[in-house]
């Protein structure tokens, strides 16, 4: 399917919207459903982008005064400089991993299956982080972004 019909690009925009704001893939979410509908190849992955940049938009407006007030601080503002020194940090390992191995990521990974198995694998890992925290109250929460360290970033 080279376009998607309405009925395809209403069911994708959905997936998207409602993983999109949940700690979830939203990407992951769109390549099952997409392969579940059918709607697969290059103009599929463009598709993708374009709504998955609309879903980009909408966190960028949701989160403006945020935004604003980190580009305002930038250089002045102690908290300002953390959040975007955590955002560095947060992002780098993910940055220089993504480079070294783009093209075994995508030609192994960009499938339903291993989005699938990571899917189980990674509810598994976050049940096990939650029972761990209940289990041990003396772990620091972190309730807030500004109370991160770049460790916490890390």
Same mark, same amino acid.
């Given at each position: 399917m080279d376009h998607p019909t309405l009925f395809v690009a209403l069911l994708l925009g959905l997936v998207e919207g409602l993983t999109e704001f949940l700690p979830i893939s939203s990407t992951g979410h769109l390549i099952v459903a997409g392969s579940l509908l059918g709607y697969t190849g290059e103009q599929a992955k463009v598709f993708e982008i374009v709504i998955q940049a609309g879903a980009i938009l909408a966190v960028c407006w949701e989160f403006r005064v945020r935004l604003l007030t980190v580009a305002r601080g930038l250089g002045r503002d102690a908290? $300002?400089?953390? %959040?975007?020194?955590? +955002? %560095?940090?947060?992002?780098?390992?993910?940055? &220089?991993?993504?480079? $070294?191995?783009? *093209? $075994?990521? *995508?030609? &192994? +990974? %960009?499938?339903?299956?291993?989005?699938?198995?990571?899917?189980?694998?990674?509810?598994? &890992?976050? +049940?096990?982080?939650?029972?761990?925290?209940r289990l041990r109250p003396e772990t620091v929460r972190i309730d807030d972004v500004d109370a991160m360290r770049w460790t916490d970033a890390l």
């Open positions: 908290r $300002a400089n953390r %959040f975007v020194l955590n +955002l %560095f940090v947060a992002f780098l390992p993910a940055a &220089v991993l993504g480079l $070294a191995f783009s *093209k $075994a990521i *995508k030609s &192994v +990974l %960009f499938a339903p299956v291993p989005v699938a198995c990571a899917f189980v694998i990674g509810a598994f &890992v976050i +049940l096990w982080a939650e029972r761990r925290q």
